[in-house]
């Protein structure tokens, strides 16, 4: 079974921080091919926030720009979200969602689109 496994979501104060974790898992052959992060809040439209490629190239809404990152580790099969000076805007589920890449015998099979289950950040004092 081909899943992402998000982490590192809770409760923080308005100026704080948090990581979001993203891990694929799997297939021990399975690794992160290109990914992203959205989030939604209540009542609203899934938004992105984040994209990173496979050489590592990123881009960013400009409603994050500056104080979201998004990054991978390649080793780890996982990808992270450092949000930094967040506001209570920020507060919603966040999901990963990425395209993996499983080494088969004799070829490499891409799964598109897989999502993470969400996590939820609420940021408030």
């Known amino acids: 079974q081909v899943e992402l496994v998000e982490s590192g979501g809770g409760l923080v104060q308005p100026g704080g921080s948090l990581r979001l974790s993203c891990a694929a898992s799997g297939p021990s052959s399975l690794s992160i091919y290109a990914g992203h992060w959205y989030r939604q809040a209540p009542g609203k439209q899934r938004d992105l926030l984040a994209s990173i490629t496979s050489g590592g190239s990123t881009n960013y809404a400009d409603s994050v720009k500056g104080r979201f990152t998004i990054s991978r580790d390649n080793a780890k099969n996982t990808m992270y979200l450092q949000m930094n000076k967040l506001k209570a805007g920020d507060t919603a589920v966040y999901y990963c969602?990425?395209?993996?890449?499983?080494?088969?015998?004799?070829?490499?099979?891409?799964?598109?689109?897989?999502w993470g289950q969400g996590t939820l950040v609420t940021v408030s004092s």
């Open positions: 969602k990425a395209d993996l890449d499983e080494e088969r015998p004799g070829k490499l099979y891409r799964y598109h689109g897989v």
